[in-house]
């Protein structure tokens, strides 16, 4: 039997150090506000100085400044008939991204648009990578194209405000190819705007699905781009994403009449030993407003306080199970002072909607926990509204063994099972994040428990190598990967 490796990047310094409490893009900043560019049906909308200029609007969950900006687009008309590009990016010379007050619909328009300007900045140097060509229903190819900067001058903002950014390209003197903004899959609040006007305040035009090609199947229009804030280092120490494609809520309450009241709960793997001070997750209200987004989804029925609780691991096979579960109860508190987040409305395969939040709770006290320990996470609600129960969001990824839900009195008065998707009829785990305030991972990269391969790496050949990024220039003093055993062909005889 021999080893091959899937690497569990997790790279360590050894020494501590403060780090923000936020989800952390690749290059350590703090990821603000993210909409993804749409690879499957995605169309660039021209957007160049001086017109035409294009913005969409997002709204300040964070309080810290902007201080970088990234965003997808590409060239229109270029190498349309070519799968892949032959030859170099036309090229911009720069950007002019601009950053507006709210109009809120109903004010002046039926829409709601960018007005007083509120920031204005031309960057020059900025990251332009190619980043994948797709398809259109037309048999025309779009090479689409990531672009990265940091701003001359953070923008100021203030949490819960609606703002709208505009990008728009600078063309060299000649060109033939303008610049277009990418569409987006994630939509928010009203579409984007477009503007022809020039002027402060610019006249603003609704863009809709109409005005794209026939073949765009959203009903809305949104523009791809990510905002974030640099950070020292990434604070994450477990990470499983929520599922934002066939995602389920699994009810998870408090029921102070009921001891056995069921609750959800899931395992994770301390890495390095610093104790955890913030959890964050995901949720949502079932049967609340299943077939349509709400007027106002900022305003969900609520939820008075959660419980959350951490447990030792007994490993599958212990105890008669077949699967591994909570043990012994190592930390509980009651939290009401968190935030709730609204992420998205999601229409699941099945044609009903689920609304879902975002979590972020600072631990009243740090639990500390053992390196190479494996611990479970139980977090129930108690709902402010008993007509909607909350029910905790699975994951995307996967990890050891699935989670479970049950109760839980005492070691020898519990009852856990495994947990089904309704409609896939599989196992899930649960979406939830583990930060600290001491910050010591380098960077993170976990393995893929759903359809992960063996890659074969050996001291001679062939060897397997993977690429990071120093975000912090702190010396690699621990690394720590995964392996899986596998059969060579001469083994399998």
């Not at 393995?447 to 050996?458: E, F, R």
């Amino acid at each position: 039997m021999s080893l091959v490796v899937i690497t569990m990047l997790a790279l360590s310094t050894g020494v501590a150090w403060a780090g923000e409490e936020t989800s952390t893009d690749a290059s350590g900043s703090v990821v603000k506000w993210q909409q993804p560019p749409d690879m499957e049906y995605g169309v660039n909308i021209q957007s160049t100085e001086v017109e035409p200029i294009v913005a969409d609007d997002w709204r300040c969950e964070d309080p810290r400044p902007v201080t970088d900006v990234h965003f997808w687009g590409s060239y229109i008309g270029w190498e349309t008939e070519t799968e892949k590009p032959q030859s170099r990016l036309p090229g911009v010379k720069g950007f002019v991204i601009r950053i507006y007050e709210d109009v809120p619909t109903g004010v002046d328009q039926r829409y709601s648009h960018p007005g007083k300007l509120s920031h204005e900045a031309k960057v020059e140097e900025f990251e332009e990578n190619y980043v994948a060509s797709i398809l259109h229903p037309d048999e025309t190819y779009e090479h689409k194209v990531y672009y990265s900067m940091d701003l001359p001058e953070p923008f100021e903002q203030k949490e819960g405000t609606i703002y709208w950014i505009s990008i728009a390209a600078i063309m060299p003197d000649e060109y033939k190819y303008p610049w277009g903004w990418e569409t987006s899959t994630r939509h928010w609040n009203d579409n984007a705007c477009g503007s022809v006007s020039g002027g402060d305040p610019w006249d603003w035009d609704e863009i809709t699905p109409g005005m794209l090609p026939q073949w765009y199947p959203h009903e809305t229009v949104d523009m791809a781009f990510e905002l974030t804030v640099g950070s020292e280092s990434p604070p994450i120490k477990w990470q499983q994403r929520p599922d934002m494609v066939q995602g389920i809520n699994v009810i998870s309450l408090v029921d102070d009449d009921n001891p056995e009241s069921m609750t959800v709960a899931d395992d994770w793997l301390c890495l390095d030993g610093s104790q955890v001070t913030d959890l964050h997750f995901w949720g949502s209200y079932p049967g609340w407003y299943p077939d349509k987004v709400p007027r106002d989804p900022n305003t969900p029925p609520g939820i008075k306080e959660f419980k959350v609780q951490i447990y030792s691991d007994v490993p599958a096979v212990i105890g008669g199970e077949e699967f591994s579960r909570p043990g012994n109860l190592r930390y509980e508190v009651w939290v009401d002072d968190f935030t709730e987040t609204y992420v998205d409305s999601i229409l699941l395969p099945w044609e009903k909607y689920e609304h879902k939040y975002r979590y972020d709770i600072d631990l009243p006290k740090p639990f500390p926990q053992k390196r190479d320990t494996i611990y479970w996470l139980n977090i129930a609600a108690r709902p402010l509204n008993h007509t909607y129960p909350w029910g905790w969001e699975n994951s995307m990824d996967r990890w050891n063994d699935f989670a479970v839900r049950g109760w839980y009195a005492d070691p020898d008065n519990s009852k856990w099972d495994l947990i089904y998707h309704p409609r896939t009829e599989r196992h899930i785990d649960m979406a939830f994040e583990l930060t600290t305030g001491e910050g010591p991972m380098k960077w993170l990269q976990f393995p893929d428990m759903a359809d992960g391969v063996n890659i074969l790496s050996l001291p001679e050949n062939p060897v397997v190598a993977d690429d990071w990024l120093c975000t912090d220039g702190k010396p690699i003093t621990e690394v720590h990967f995964c392996t899986a055993p596998i059969l060579l062909d001469d083994e399998m005889e």
